[in-house]
Every structure is written in structure tokens, then in C-alpha cells.
């Protein structure tokens, strides 16, 4: 079998990865290439006979978490992510080799041995080499075990290096060859090949937007879910059914809890308990009791016995909320129970318990700066860092906004026991987008409650159906004070990262985003201006434009800006124009 870099076959596979729309595709060009590159090594060598390619996978896992896994079987043309109940997930201990050392390596899963390949690999300690056979850590047992049950007898990682050598994501490519166990592989002969397929792949794999998700049925605990939450949520339900501890991280008030809570339902845990265990509310001296539980008379003040988090959530899961504020002392001692599933109860004279709970953690922190700061156990941070999700903040999901916002409206009215129903006008939605949100859903839901009853009020509390309008959100947004704080460059910043992930969201659709109408933003200031001061020659004249208003063009000037403010909504699809559409047609009117 011919190699795929040989006889112009970089060019072929270049404008293959770089005519690909997607991630998915890009992926399977590549681990298609890279299947091809192992089986013509293959030919001719000791193990020709006996050897075969299963898979190969790739992992896209930036700094804040998975964006995206999928698998290419050998033989298929297509990458997908794998099925929920699939046990096609990665190595823990492979990942932590190739995210921090940078390097390739080949792992023998009958003897546990991982052999770092160059570049990088010489100062690899020893211990490394030998810990994917540490069958005494829970962990690494059930993955070594996973890889075997399907017939993988070899495999080989390589990292994903984006700009400046940071890891992005890994590569792993699987092989069965019984004959081979115990010997080297092929790995070595074709390392090199690899490497350049994975350094022409990378910029496209960690740019190209991911495949549009179809909508799923109606999910009681995720109502809503646009489309930066799809792909996430899809991912998630494989993770949901796995063992392994799930990492939520994300700004506060972004939804971890609900997002825990729904994978607790969704995993074969899903018939015994909940249970959340909020550090910032627990004082550091008593994170391990709190964690682990206590016998009467163990420490000052313990009256009497009481069962800790990991024995209440036995046989369900344990969510445990805020992990970067756990102590040293404490960190060391989770970090015991995750590896051996095993603790002790504080003051109790008998032996240790075995850790029967799933176990989900959530932080808004970011661990690796902990980590650099020597704030976090390193050890640790590997350790939770298995299936890292990052939820995005309500300002980078702007299509769920309105939805979320009819959904506590909803809520909000049930609760009352109300008749009727309740609805959100065109113009309170129009509100709610311009609005940056600091402080994510659980701000959203505050503002649309004392909406709720700023409405109810004005109507008297009559029991009919109830519409929300732009009047009452403006009132309820009046007692937040969050944005104001936020400084111009910050809010700046954030519209201009909304409006790129709204092109990415479309370019992913097929419907780009053109960059001219980002230059609606003096429109709006201008509009703004006029609303707040009543005056369209005050609001010139606050921004220096005084001899606009004297010539009498301002009127024009202000007409044309709108108008491209008007063409940006009805690109972002919002058929009930912008805020400003009275002031637009008031404008011509005067002619």
C-alpha cells in the first residue's frame, strides 16, 4: 500500500482538509490519512500478517474543554460522535502525557507500558512510562480494560499543536495485532508521517465550525437549547453514561447545577441521589468532614454522627460545586478517594468505606492558572480533568436568550397557580438582546420574575393571561447594577465576541455573516444618544457633530445609519426590526 504523502499526496490531502466545511470532515480526511500511513508501514513488517487498523479518534479539547470527539471505524467514511453507552473514550493517562509533555507516544495495553516518541519524549520520567499499568488505580484499570474490549491491543496519541505549541486536542490512533504484544509496534516507522498530517490538519481542525446539530426532543431540564449548546449537549450525552468524572466549568450563574444535575438523570446512577455539595458555603477546616462525614466526638463540636456527601450520594452522584475553593489538605484527600474509591470517615475506629457515587465538580475558576499559582494540586487537576465541558456564558448564546426568558415566564406563572397564560412582547424580547447579561441565567431569571410581577401589578393582579411588555423589563433591568459596572472596553469586547460567535454559528449553517454590518454600532450609539436625550441635535452634538446639525444633513446621517442597524436584525433574523424602528420611521415621516 502506497503511503498517502508520497507522489504528490500532501497537495491531494491539503485541498481535501481545506475544501471541508466542517470539523467532522476535516477530522475524517485526517484520520483517514493517518490509517492509510500505519497500514502501508504494516506492509512488508513482521506483523503484516497478523495486524489490522481498528480506529482512530480525535479529541478537540482546547484549554476550556471538550469541543467535540468523534471516531472514524476503519473502512468508514465518516467521523460521528460516538453513541451514548459507547465505550470509545479516551485515556485519561495518555491525555495527561500529551498535554503536558507535548510529545507522541505509543501504548502497549496488554503491559501497560506507555514509550514516549520523539519529539519531547526524552524527559519523560519513568514513572509515566509504567502508569498506564498501574492496575491498582481505579481509573487506569477500567480504561485499559475499555481499549481491550474493543481489540485494541495498541495505540498511538499525538497531541494537536495550535499557535505558539499549544495542545489542542489529541489524536489517537487504534490497532490490533496479538502478535505484537510485548514487541514494538509499527508506530516508530511511520512517526514522523504522522506528525506532518496532524501539523497540516491542525489550524483546520481547530477552526472549522462544527457540523449544525438537529434539534432534539424536548428536554424537561435543558428547554433550551441553541446552537453553541447543541453540539455540548450531544457530547454530554455520552459522557452522562461513563464513570468518570465530568469537569463543568463556566462563569456563575451559567447553568453548571441544572447541567449536573442533568447528567446525574441521564447516567446509570440515575435512580439514587442527588447530591450537591457547595465548597464556598463550607469553611476549609471542614471540607474533609463535610466531604467524608464524622463520628461523635471527633472534632470539637461534632454532637453527634453525621454522614458525609460521598455517603449520601452512594449509588447516584455526588456534584461537588466550586472545586478551586477546596483546601490543600482537603485536595489531597479527594484526590486519594477519586484514584481508590476509597475514604474514612473522621473518627471512625473501623476501616476505610468504598466511594459508591458518580462524581460531577463544577468551577468557575480557571484550575490551570490555579494550578501555575500552586493554589491547585496538579495531580488533582488531571485527576477531575477526564471530560471537561465548558458551558458558554449567556452573551455567547444570544439566540437562547428570548426562549429562556418565556420559559421562567412560564415557570413564574405556574407557580402562581395563575389562569391564563403569559407572553413576552416583540418589543421586551428586543429589550432583553440588548442587554449584556454579567450575571448569566440566574441574573436572566431574577430580572424576568420582578418583570413578572412589575406586569402583574400594573394589572391589578387580575388572573387572565398576562403579557410581559418593554416597559416592565425596563423597569426590572433599572434595579441591576451589574452593567453599569462593567467598563466600556469590557462591554465593547463582549458585543464584538457575540457577534463572532453569531458568524460562526452561521458560517456553520452556510450563511455567513458579512463583516460590514458590524459597523452598525455608531447607529445605535447615535439612536440610543437621541432616545435618552429627546433630541436628535443633542445627541449630535454629544459626539462632536455640530456642524452636521447646522448644515440640517444630520437628519439624512442618522436615517442611513438606522438603516443599516435594521439590516443587521433582519440578518440575525429578528423579523420585529430593532428598538429603534419608531425613531426609524419617525425619521420618514419628516421626510
Known amino acids: 500500500m ?24 476535516a477530522a475524517a480526511h485526517t484520520l483517514a490519512a493517518m490509517l492509510s500511513e500505519v497500514e502501508a508501514a504494516l506492509v512488508g ?119 505558539g505549541g499549544a495542545v489542542e486536542g489529541m489524536i489517537s490512533l487504534e490497532a490490533e495485532c496479538r502478535g ?89 446512577y440515575r435512580k439514587g441521589p442527588f447530591e450537591v455539595l457547595d465548597l464556598s458555603t463550607v469553611p476549609e477546616d471542614l471540607q474533609l468532614a463535610e466531604l467524608f462525614g464524622w463520628r461523635k466526638g471527633a472534632f470539637t463540636g461534632a454532637a453527634r454522627d453525621h454522614a458525609g456527601a460521598v455517603e449520601r450520594a452512594a449509588k447516584g452522584t ?4 466550586e472545586i478551586d475553593k477546596l483546601s490543600m489538605r482537603a485536595q489531597a484527600g479527594l484526590l486519594y478517594m477519586l484514584e481508590t474509591r476509597a475514604y474514612r470517615v473522621l473518627g471512625d475506629s473501623g476501616g476505610e468505606r468504598r466511594a459508591q ?3 460531577v465538580v463544577g468551577t468557575n475558576a480557571n484550575l490551570q492558572a490555579a494550578v501555575r499559582a500552586q493554589r491547585f494540586r496538579e495531580d488533582l487537576y488531571y485527576r477531575i480533568n477526564v471530560l471537561p465541558v465548558r458551558l458558554p456564558a449567556l452573551s455567547e448564546r444570544p439566540d437562547e436568550i428570548p426562549a429562556w426568558a418565556r420559559h421562567m415566564l412560564e415557570r413564574r406563572h405556574r407557580e402562581r397557580d395563575s389562569a391564563g397564560s403569559v407572553d413576552l412582547t416583540l418589543a421586551a424580547e428586543r429589550r432583553l438582546l440588548t442587554y449584556v447579561w454579567p450575571g448569566n441565567l440566574r441574573q436572566l431569571d431574577n430580572v424576568m420574575r420582578r418583570a413578572y410581577t412589575v406586569a402583574l401589578a400594573e394589572q391589578g393582579g387580575v388572573q387572565h393571561s398576562l403579557a410581559v411588555d418593554e416597559p416592565h423589563l ?60 429627546e433630541s436628535r441635535d443633542e445627541a449630535f452634538r454629544l459626539f462632536g457633530r455640530d456642524a452636521q446639525v447646522k448644515s440640517r444633513n444630520h437628519h439624512r446621517v442618522l436615517r442611513r445609519e438606522l438603516e443599516r442597524v435594521e ?19 419617525g425619521l420618514a415621516e419628516d421626510g
Open 45 to 163: 513488517s513482521v506483523h503484516s500478517e497478523g495486524a489490522r487498523m481498528a480506529r482512530g479518534m480525535v479529541h478537540l479539547r482546547p484549554s476550556d474543554g471538550y469541543r467535540q470527539l468523534v471516531v472514524l471505524e476503519a473502512g468508514a467514511h465518516e467521523a460521528v460522535a460516538p453513541e451514548p453507552g459507547s465505550t470509545r473514550l479516551p485515556s485519561m493517562t495518555a491525555w495527561r502525557l500529551v498535554a503536558k509533555h507535548r510529545c507522541a507516544a505509543s501504548i502497549d495495553v496488554h503491559f501497560g507500558r506507555i514509550e514516549p516518541i520523539e519529539p519531547g519524549g526524552t524527559d519523560v520520567p519513568q514513572e509515566w512510562r509504567n502508569a498506564f499499568g498501574d492496575t491498582s488505580n481505579n481509573d487506569k484499570g477500567e480504561t485499559r480494560q475499555r481499549l481491550l474490549e474493543r481489540g485494541a491491543t495498541h495505540v498511538y496519541v499525538l497531541p494537536l499543536r495550535g499557535a
Open 318 to 321: 455526588l456534584f461537588i460545586d
Open 474 to 533: 425596563t423597569r426590572a433591568l433599572a434595579y441591576e447594577d451589574a452593567e453599569p459596572s462593567r467598563s466600556l472596553v469590557e462591554l465593547l469586547h463582549a458585543a464584538a465576541t457575540a457577534f463572532v460567535r453569531e458568524a460562526e454559528r452561521r458560517a456553520a449553517l452556510g450563511t455567513p455573516l458579512e463583516l460590514d454590518l458590524a459597523s452598525v454600532f455608531p447607529g445605535m450609539v447615535l439612536a440610543a444618544a437621541t432616545e435618552k436625550l
Open 180 to 268: 505484537a504484544v510485548g514487541q514494538p509496534f509499527v508506530w516508530n516507522s511511520c512517526a514522523s508521517r504522522l506528525r506532518t498530517l496532524a501539523d497540516i490538519a491542525t489550524p483546520h481542525l481547530t477552526a472549522l465550525p462544527l457540523r449544525p446539530v438537529v434539534t432534539e426532543e424536548q428536554d424537561p431540564l435543558l428547554p433550551v437549547q441553541g446552537e453553541a449548546m447543541k453540539g455540548l449537549v450531544r457530547m454530554l450525552r455520552v459522557f452522562a453514561l461513563q464513570d468518570e468524572t465530568i469537569l463543568l466549568s463556566g462563569a456563575t450563574g451559567t447553568g453548571k447545577s441544572r447541567l449536573a444535575r442533568w447528567c446525574h438523570e441521564r447516567s446509570p
Open 567 to 585: 439590516a443587521l436584525f433582519r440578518a440575525l433574523g429578528i423579523d420585529s426590526g430593532s428598538p429603534f424602528g419608531r425613531l426609524l420611521d
Open 2 to 25: 502506497d503511503s498517502v504523502l508520497d507522489m504528490g499526496g500532501v497537495d491531494a490531502f491539503l485541498a481535501r482538509v481545506h475544501a471541508s466545511n466542517y470539523f467532522e470532515e
Open 357 to 359: 457515587a458518580r462524581f
